[in-house]
């Protein structure tokens, strides 16, 4: 077998997946008074990232004063929406969790120097991501 036709072979049996290997964990989110109270721990689990790290992420795109609580849970300043707040962790997945490359989401995170760095474990790549503000 040539080299095409292997091309080929491997391109098919990616193509003829399901896609839904990836299905993160639905996030808890309920109201407080005027707080927002997000439940992502089975979430960060399954994508292998830091709660801080969510946190001043959606603390930065919903333009709110927020904190981690003692139990771990995302507590954002005023309310937002459901679809909002899932609208906004999935745009994190997609700038943290998705390799850019491949589209694996096999990925980990790690700091080299002071910047957050995207690791691949499918593909290899590894590429420097922006700081959180």
């Known amino acids: 077998m040539g080299y095409e036709e292997l091309m080929k072979k491997i391109t098919s049996v990616r193509k003829s997946g399901?896609?839904?290997?990836?299905?993160?964990?639905?996030v808890d989110i309920g109201q407080q008074g005027q707080k927002t109270v997000i439940n992502a721990e089975k979430l960060l689990?399954?994508?292998?990232?830091?709660?801080?790290?969510?946190?001043?992420?959606?603390?930065?795109?919903?333009?709110?004063?927020?904190q981690v609580d003692s139990n771990g849970r995302i507590v954002a300043g005023g309310k937002f929406s459901r679809k909002l707040v899932q609208d906004k962790i999935n745009l994190y997945i997609k700038t943290y969790v998705i390799c850019r490359q491949c589209g694996s989401p096999d990925t980990k995170m790690e700091k080299q120097d002071k910047n957050d760095v995207i690791k691949c474990l499918g593909c290899g790549a590894e590429y420097p991501v922006g700081r959180v503000k």
């Open 45 to 66: 689990k399954y994508i292998n990232r830091p709660t801080v790290h969510l946190s001043k992420f959606l603390m930065h795109e919903l333009t709110a004063p927020g």
């Open 18 to 26: 399901n896609g839904d290997r990836f299905e993160p964990p639905e």
